[in-house]
Each structure stands twice: as C-alpha cells, then as structure tokens.
C-alpha cells in the first residue's frame, strides 16, 4: 500500500539545532521553530521543534528527535535520534498527495546520503523500510555502525 506517511529517520550525535542548521544548509530551504500554543508544533501527539513550510511545493517537513518508537522486526528505529517526516499540504488527492511526499522524502534522503555523514533510514507508514544507507566511513568522529 502506498501511503503518503514517509519519514526519514537520522542517526547524528549533535544537538538537534545543530543539525538542523546543516539541513537547512544542505536543503537549501528555511527551516523555523515550529510553535502552536502548547508551545512546540504537534503531529499526532509527538513534538516537532523544528518545521519547513513550503507552501510553494506543497509539503511540510517536521523535524524532531525519534523517542517514541521501538525497534521492529527490520526497523531499527532506537538506533536513530532525529525524524523527519515529510507530508503534504492542501486538499490533494491521496495518490497526488503520496506522490508528493515520497518524492520530497527520497529527494532529502538522496542529499543527506551525499554528505556521508548520517546513517539513514527512509521508512514508508512506520511500516515499511524503503531505503537505509550507513556512511562508508566515520565522519566527525562519528561511528559508521550503530
């Protein structure tokens, strides 16, 4: 089933705000504090300090810390600090709006790859793993596996 919920989970030691800023620098978009009136942006209840609202491309991205899911079956979940997840916006068709958010995801998934610096993982419905990458070698001091 495809569905229009895909995230990308990364593993980085840095504080968040750090490595929000590479991902604006790598990106190329404007990435803000995401604040409702609680305070921090919510999505289905978990926190996103951190949102891209572009409008323009019909997608959003909520970028946060991955704390509330468990490893499953292939999904390694516990071993990755930050999630973005990656929806579209409007009143779009469910295969238009899936479109959308896959294609956004893998682009980012593609450009986060590029720098080998991050273990990634590109997961489709908290379900489905579409894609991992682990950088060939350590960067930053950072280790190659988990």
């Given at each position: 089933?495809?569905s229009?919920?895909?995230n990308?989970?990364?593993?980085?030691?840095?504080?968040?705000?750090?490595?929000v800023?590479?991902?604006?620098?790598?990106l190329?978009?404007?990435i803000q504090?995401?604040?409702?009136?609680?305070?921090?942006?919510?999505?289905?209840?978990?926190?996103?300090?951190?949102?891209?609202?572009?409008?323009d491309?019909?997608?959003?991205?909520?970028?946060g810390?991955?704390?509330?899911?468990?490893?499953?079956?292939?999904?390694d979940?516990?071993d990755?600090?930050?999630?973005?997840?990656?929806?579209?916006?409007?009143?779009?068709?469910?295969p238009?709006?899936a479109?959308?958010?896959?294609a956004?995801?893998?682009s980012?998934?593609?450009?986060?790859?590029?720098?080998?610096?991050?273990r990634?993982?590109?997961?489709?419905?908290?379900q489905?793993?579409?894609?991992?990458?682990?950088?060939?070698h350590?960067?930053?001091?950072?280790?190659?596996q988990?």
């Amino acid at each position: 089933m495809y569905s229009d919920d895909v995230n990308i989970f990364v593993a980085c030691e840095e504080p968040i705000d750090v490595f929000v800023r590479d991902l604006e620098r790598i990106l190329r978009i404007p990435i803000q504090p995401g604040v409702d009136e609680q305070g921090t942006l919510r999505s289905k209840g978990k926190p996103y300090p951190y949102v891209y609202d572009g409008s323009d491309h019909h997608i959003k991205l909520l970028i946060g810390h991955q704390m509330t899911l468990m490893n499953d079956d292939d999904l390694d979940f516990e071993d990755y600090q930050y999630r973005i997840y990656c929806c579209s916006l409007g009143n779009l068709p469910f295969p238009q709006s899936a479109q959308i958010s896959h294609a956004f995801a893998r682009s980012i998934f593609e450009q986060l790859k590029a720098t080998n610096r991050y273990r990634l993982m590109l997961v489709e419905d908290i379900q489905t793993k579409l894609d991992e990458f682990v950088p060939t070698h350590p960067i930053d001091g950072l280790p190659s596996q988990p």
